[in-house]
């Protein structure tokens, strides 16, 4: 069946497949973190790791961005061949990068406060998410340099190299969340710690990247040279824009988080629980996203048409497919996987209860996370920001006028965000390709 592919459905799946792999044991730390506490015997501990997953999760993709144009200008500076610009992009990158560790760690017990007195949850829970945020908070620093290592090994393709670096990572914390829970008998300090060690593993990773690869060893950069304060400029505007999608998206989760909170724990817990699922399901998906980076990256960097339209099309069709996939499972062995995860009925109740808009978001949202691969390889961020914009105020205006009042509407919300971003990429990706924007000559 392999041999029955193009040449570029070979180069999707060859860097696709990897990721995947890959992307899943990121969620599958927060999978693993739902099933550590989920059979403690209280919602309070699902409802705390929720939280304060949420919050984390809300500064991580405000910025997430980082990995995302890092592979971007990587692809596009491979594709050109531009050995001394990509080196100077890692550089910009990891400096702006260590402003924001720096501001985030400096105003931690603020960001800490205020993002708790924000969601609103029970007392315990809040509680609970402190502990855990007071030392997760900490790893910050640890996953832009990850995010950073991984973006570059992605967009010159060495993807070995990016797979080996995050399944350690998440490897790692998995077994120091067993370790720390069960034998030591620690609580939900124990996932934090576990996290907290794992992610700076990444500096052996980034010791060695300095050691061996190539670029570090044979481009020699002056120190005005990355101190060019135009170039770096350059990229904080590019960044901004990126920033302000990644902020309106995350913005929402935990606005979603915050709305699920009030109407009790044992909705707070469901709607963790079903998150966490929508998450093995994005970073999933993103792996086809990386794909489309790095592959209409590289083929505007070598300003090829045709081949920009393959990649376009080959990353688009295998996205679908990994989407029916995820469809058919967890249609099959949705209650299995819920009681896997914890063994209290109520909360078996409401996710079951809440699981169809799960699966229609799984329809809705593919080509939205297709397309954001697509417009972040040809750096067409103004766009993305632009759209998100557009679908986040569609959400809000959703949610607290139209559907206001209990956990359906607040899921039919979240529906018709992904649905709107979806239609609206859409119609850019034809127009784009219809007028030929995407290659300059």
Known sequence: MFNSFSRIDKNTLKIAIPLIISNITIPLVGFVDNVMMGHLGSMVYLGAIGVGSIIISYILFSFGF?????????????????????????????????????????????????????????????????????????????????????????????????????ITVNLLNIILDYYFIYILNYSIEGVAIASLISEYSVVFFILYAIKNENIFKNTNLKIHEIFDWLMIK???????????????????????????????????????????????????????????????????????????????????KFSVILASIYFIIFNVFDLLIIQFVTDLEVIHTIVLSNITYLYLIFISATVAFWLDGVFIGSLKVTLLRNIMIISGILFFIVETILLQGNNDNLWISFLVFFTARSMLLGIALHYHMKHNRFITK
């Open 66 to 166: 980082i990995k995302s144009l890092t592979t971007g200008f990587v692809s596009q500076h491979t594709g050109s061949n531009n050995t001394k610009e990509l080196l100077l992009s890692l550089s910009h990158f990891l400096l702006i990068s260590s402003f924001i560790s720096f501001l985030i760690i400096f105003f931690r017990d603020q960001i800490i406060i205020f993002s708790l007195n924000f969601m609103n949850a029970s007392s315990e829970v809040n509680i609970n998410s402190k502990i855990y945020l007071d030392y997760r908070i900490w790893s910050i620093p640890a996953i832009f340099l990850r995010d950073i290592l991984i973006g570059y090994y992605i967009g010159v393709q060495k993807i070995k190299a990016a797979i080996i670096i995050s």
């Open 234 to 316: 350059k990229k904080v505007l590019v960044n901004m824009n990126m920033f302000l999608r990644s902020f309106i998206l995350m913005t929402i989760f935990i606005y979603f988080m915050k709305v699920g909170a009030s109407y009790g724990d044992s909705v707070l817990a469901a709607n963790a629980i079903l998150l966490n699922f929508f998450f093995l399901f994005s970073y999933g998906i993103d792996g086809f996203a990386h794909s489309s980076e790095v592959l209409v990256g590289n083929s505007i960097g070598k300003k090829n048409n045709v081949l920009l339209k393959q990649s376009i099309y080959s990353t688009g």
